[in-house]
T-cell receptor, first 113, second 115 residues
């Protein structure tokens, strides 16, 4: 069993739709949760960062973390064609393991006009 | 914001040769950098932790003699793939963190093709 599970999709939605992406994990030591966006042949770009459980909103993006269920989500409102990319969840434990990220497989998202 | 520059962006080499990939933090100092590997349609897998002024720490299953890491300054880490073989063909990405920011910034990646 992988430490982090993420449905690879692909996910195709019309412009303006609300997109829901999620990951589950098994390592209870994870405390820091991130969502990255990756365009083809590029490095990942940090979208959202959350520590422990709770919600965080930034513009059209909302990240949710439920540590009791070991489940994290990313919501994209009013999706745009420019949001088409691969979305990766990532997480790490604290202390000396802070920078050692464990990634999900990534979900390929296409937003069509 | 924090910028991590990676060079080259792509490289093709012959089997048996060595390839060096550079990772630079442009506007901040990074005592620690991380190297990841990504196969097509798969996620990033951590290969090693690069520590400035000391030996790198490798993840289980990663050959340290094959993937040489040098972190000689606070802004530069290099990954050298020695005696490359076709199975080493992959997308290699580094990351670093500006102490003033949350989360890690990734370089743009290097696509290595060994023929």
């Amino acid at each position: 069993q992988k430490e982090v599970e993420q449905d690879p999709g692909p996910l195709s939605v019309p412009e303006g739709a609300i997109v829901s992406l999620n990951c589950t994990y098994s390592n209870s030591a994870f405390q820091y949760f991130m969502w990255y966006r990756q365009y083809s042949r590029k490095g990942p770009e940090l979208l959202m960062y959350t520590y422990s459980s709770g919600n965080k909103e930034d513009g059209r993006f909302t990240a949710q973390v439920d540590k009791s269920s070991k489940y994290i989500s990313l919501f994209i409102r009013d999706s745009q064609p420019s949001d088409s990319a691969t979305y990766l969840c990532a997480m790490s434990a604290g202390g000396t393991s802070y920078g050692k990220l464990t990634f999900g497989q990534g979900t390929i998202l296409t937003v069509h006009p | 914001g924090a910028v991590v520059s990676q060079h080259p962006s792509w490289v093709i080499c012959k089997s048996g040769t060595s390839v060096k990939i550079e990772c630079r933090s442009l506007d901040f100092q990074a005592t620690t950098m991380f190297w990841y590997r990504q196969f097509p349609k798969q996620s990033l897998m951590l290969m090693a932790t690069s520590n400035e002024g000391s030996k790198a720490t490798y993840e289980q299953g990663v050959e340290k003699d094959k993937f040489l890491i040098n972190h000689a300054s606070l802004t530069l880490s290099t990954l050298t793939v020695t005696s490359a073989h076709p199975e080493d063909s992959s997308f290699y990405i580094c990351s670093a963190r500006d102490q003033g920011n949350y989360g890690y910034t990734f370089g743009s990646g290097t696509r290595l093709t060994v023929v």
